[in-house]
């Protein structure tokens, strides 16, 4: 996590009109936001946009926050959110597409994993993640890949913590299922 300090002088100087405080911020989480919105739409270009978009809700928005919640919870639950709605608005656009193709992920011009079985196993496990509902694939990315708990996760998505490991246990059977089917 983060420091709840620095980010809370951070968020005050922003406040009190110095532009270089919300870059130093971007700079804290750009990555980290950027990282769970690609894990959540399984997409390089989709989490880019993604990422535009949590940057201009936290410029627009980030005068009101009040830290009721660490800086980190509410960036999460931004991108979230957003990821959630883009995953929604794509399913819309799928059904009403009369494309036979689905959209490049582009995945062959990143340089993000060296290590070519590892690269495979993270690529099936990212197809597997797509056809798992967006609030479980949530829950699943935020306890395994950004090693959070349920009560760090209940925070970012206002969830109770039943309802999350409920949606977790749902995802672990669904990608074990098809796990067992691809072998």
Known sequence: MTD???DF?????FTGGDESAFNKIVLEYQH???????????NHLDADDIVQEVLMVMYKKLKDFKFQSSLFTWIYK???TRSINFINRRK???AFSFEDEPESSLRKNEDIIENLETREKLDRLDEMLKKIPPKQREVFILKN???????EISQ???KSIGGLKSNYFQAMKKIMEMVKKDE
């Open 145 to 151: 890949y950004e090693q959070m708990t349920y009560e």
């Open 78 to 80: 931004i991108t979230s």
């Open 4 to 6: 709840n300090k620095n």
């Open 156 to 158: 970012v998505t206002g």
């Open 9 to 13: 002088e951070l968020v005050n100087k």
């Open 32 to 42: 980290k936001i950027y990282w769970h919105a690609r894990r959540m739409t399984g």
């Open 92 to 94: 819309i656009k799928q």
